[in-house]
């Protein structure tokens, strides 16, 4: 007998966000100790999406583990609720399946297969997968690939989804294509979302707000809110503008 299935992440109830303050993170190298962070400030309300920009090395991903309890901070406060990370590599089985990859979140929750399977199926659609469910990852374009990723990611029933620079092994086209889709997809299925990206683009078509951060050892240095209505234009005036702003908060000229 197949037993009912767990509750869809849907029904997830968020009321705690994100919270980190004044986060510091050192890492002890053959080379000595490498600073990563040093007071690191950000918050999340619950089903805000704040992107995260920054220089290389600054510690992005760090920031995202320690929020994803992958790493603890050496001192400072996270406050978070239960939280999966997305890395930038999609790290699909290549023996699996479309449908046995995403649905590896809901084993890992203690799921049969079979359980696992079922409870994934009907998602498979609006991911944009319907055909696909037994093709492998090798078959499969980049754009799809990440979105099995993300499906795996929401699948694990978190309330914060971690996104680590999701689309930067994507082209051009096939981004712009992926931000929509994400887009789409978090109105109609609403998270708490950290999203490190290192397109500063991105980062105003998708968060509600982007939090810029300095080089290494990395710390907030200049917030911008993006209270612009969604689906966004990249030729709007007033998302060009903000996207000027967090360029000059990185200090590169355009």
């Given at each position: 007998?197949?037993?009912?299935p767990i509750e869809e992440p849907r029904e997830l109830d968020d009321r705690v966000g994100?919270?980190?303050?004044?986060?510091?993170?050192?890492?002890?190298?053959?080379?000595?100790?490498?600073?990563?962070?040093?007071?690191?400030?950000?918050?999340?309300?619950?089903?805000?999406?704040?992107?995260?920009?920054?220089?290389?090395?600054?510690?992005?991903?760090?920031?995202?583990?320690?929020?994803?309890?992958?790493?603890?901070?050496?001192?400072?406060?996270?406050?978070?609720?239960?939280?999966?990370l997305m890395p930038q590599r999609d790290l699909l089985l290549p023996w699996l399946g479309?449908?046995?990859?995403?649905?590896?979140?809901?084993?890992?929750?203690?799921?049969?297969?079979?359980?696992?399977?079922?409870?994934?199926?009907?998602?498979?659609?609006?991911?944009?997968?319907?055909?696909?469910?037994?093709?492998?990852?090798?078959?499969?374009?980049?754009?799809?690939?990440?979105?099995?990723?993300?499906?795996?990611s929401l699948l694990a029933g978190k309330a914060v989804l971690a996104l680590d620079e999701?689309?930067?092994?994507?082209?051009?086209?096939?981004?712009?294509?992926?931000?929509?889709?994400?887009?789409?997809?978090?109105?109609?299925?609403?998270?708490?979302?950290?999203?490190?990206?290192?397109?500063?683009?991105?980062?105003?078509?998708?968060?509600?707000?982007?939090?810029?951060?300095?080089?290494?050892?990395?710390?907030?240095?200049?917030?911008?809110?993006?209270?612009?209505?969604?689906?966004?234009?990249?030729?709007?005036?007033?998302?060009?503008?903000?996207?000027?702003?967090?360029?000059?908060?990185?200090?590169?000229?355009?």
């Open positions: 007998m197949i037993e009912a994100v919270r980190v303050e004044l986060v510091s993170r050192t890492f002890v190298t053959k080379r000595g100790p490498v600073q990563a962070l040093s007071g690191m400030s950000l918050r999340a309300a619950p089903h805000e999406i704040v992107a995260v920009v920054g220089p290389s090395g600054c510690g992005k991903t760090t920031l995202l583990e320690l929020i994803c309890g992958l790493q603890h901070a050496d001192s400072g406060t996270i406050v978070s609720a239960p939280a999966a479309t449908l046995d990859n995403a649905a590896l979140a809901l084993r890992a929750r203690g799921l049969s297969r079979e359980q696992a399977r079922a409870t994934a199926a009907p998602w498979i659609e609006r991911f944009g997968l319907r055909g696909f469910e037994d093709s492998k990852p090798a078959s499969l374009s980049g754009g799809m690939r990440q979105r099995v990723s993300f499906l795996r999701p689309f930067a092994s994507l082209d051009a086209i096939t981004r712009a294509e992926m931000q929509g889709w994400l887009g789409h997809i978090l109105e109609t299925e609403p998270r708490t979302v950290v999203l490190v990206t290192h397109d500063v683009e991105e980062a105003v078509v998708l968060g509600d707000r982007v939090v810029v951060m300095s080089a290494r050892p990395g710390r907030a240095i200049a917030e911008v809110e993006v209270s612009l209505e969604r689906p966004r234009r990249r030729t709007d005036p007033d998302l060009i503008g903000l996207r000027e702003r967090v360029y000059e908060a990185l200090g590169v000229a355009q």
